[in-house]
């Protein structure tokens, strides 16, 4: 009887197997610290064009300009670049713990700078809004209000717009994708619990 029992459970227990475990342990498990990167393609800040494998990658922190190349993206089945997917990035696995976007600005007493809002989406209008500043990581993390914002005609927060932040006057270069992700993948497929129930009710 229980060599019967283990033959109506075998199939559906390697099937388990091979949907949950295989794709995981395809993505190698890296030691180290939260990385801080931004797509740099021309997708823009679009949640629903998955970047292509060999995107670059730019890490903002803790190592600035240090690029990955992404080798593997996994999503979690909603459809967009969201909080719980998996990628790989030099062929090592990272799961995304915070996804945003990142504005680059031209300033008067500094070159470049970079920030991210608090508050996602950002307003149309920025005015009020406090932004988290993430380049140069030596200043990672100070938080400074957006006073003023007058825009290049479009109606919205885009390239050309200028800004007063922290006391000094900029202009908007540009904005890109950002993510914020921790080493380790973790299983995550859509439609694999509903394999999993089909084979399992099919013998149960």
């Given at each position: 009887?229980?060599?019967?029992?283990?033959?109506?459970?075998?199939?559906?227990?390697?099937?388990?197997?091979?949907?949950?475990?295989?794709?995981?342990?395809?993505?190698?498990?890296p030691q180290?610290?939260?990385?801080?990167?931004?797509?740099?393609?021309?997708?823009?800040?679009?949640?629903?064009?998955?970047?292509?494998?060999?995107?670059?990658?730019?890490?903002?922190?803790?190592?600035?300009?240090?690029?990955?190349?992404?080798?593997?993206?996994?999503?979690?089945?909603?459809?967009?670049?969201?909080?719980?997917?998996?990628?790989?990035?030099?062929?090592?696995?990272?799961?995304?713990?915070?996804?945003?976007?990142?504005?680059?600005?031209?300033?008067?007493q500094h070159?470049?700078?970079?920030?991210?809002?608090?508050?996602?989406?950002?307003?149309?209008?920025?005015?009020?809004?406090?932004?988290?500043?993430?380049?140069?990581?030596?200043?990672?993390?100070?938080?400074?209000?957006?006073?003023?914002?007058?825009?290049?005609?479009?109606?919205?927060?885009?390239?050309?717009?200028?800004?007063?932040?922290?006391?000094?006057?900029?202009?908007?270069?540009?904005?890109?994708?950002?993510?914020?992700?921790?080493?380790?993948?973790?299983?995550?497929?859509?439609?694999?619990?509903?394999?999993?129930?089909?084979?399992?009710?099919?013998?149960?």
């Amino acid at each position: 009887m229980c060599a019967t029992f283990l033959r109506r459970i075998g199939c559906p227990l390697v099937l388990a197997f091979v949907v949950l475990i295989v794709p995981f342990l395809a993505f190698s498990q890296p030691q180290g610290t939260i990385l801080h990167l931004e797509l740099q393609v021309s997708t823009g800040v679009s949640k629903t064009a998955f970047p292509n494998d060999g995107s670059v990658w730019a890490e903002l922190y803790p190592n600035e300009a240090t690029d990955f190349a992404q080798t593997a993206y996994q999503d979690d089945g909603d459809g967009q670049i969201s909080v719980g997917d998996n990628i790989q990035l030099d062929g090592n696995g990272y799961r995304i713990t915070w996804v945003g976007v990142t504005h680059h600005l031209n300033c008067a007493q500094h070159p470049h700078r970079a920030y991210e809002p608090t508050v996602l989406p950002s307003a149309p209008n920025p005015t009020g809004e406090i932004w988290t500043q993430v380049y140069p990581a030596t200043e990672f993390g100070t938080q400074h209000q957006v006073d003023d914002w007058i825009d290049n005609g479009d109606a919205q927060l885009s390239a050309g717009d200028e800004l007063l932040i922290g006391g000094q006057d900029c202009t908007l270069t540009g904005s890109l994708l950002t993510v914020q992700v921790e080493p380790g993948a973790v299983p995550n497929h859509d439609g694999s619990w509903g394999t999993l129930k089909a084979a399992f009710g099919r013998i149960f």
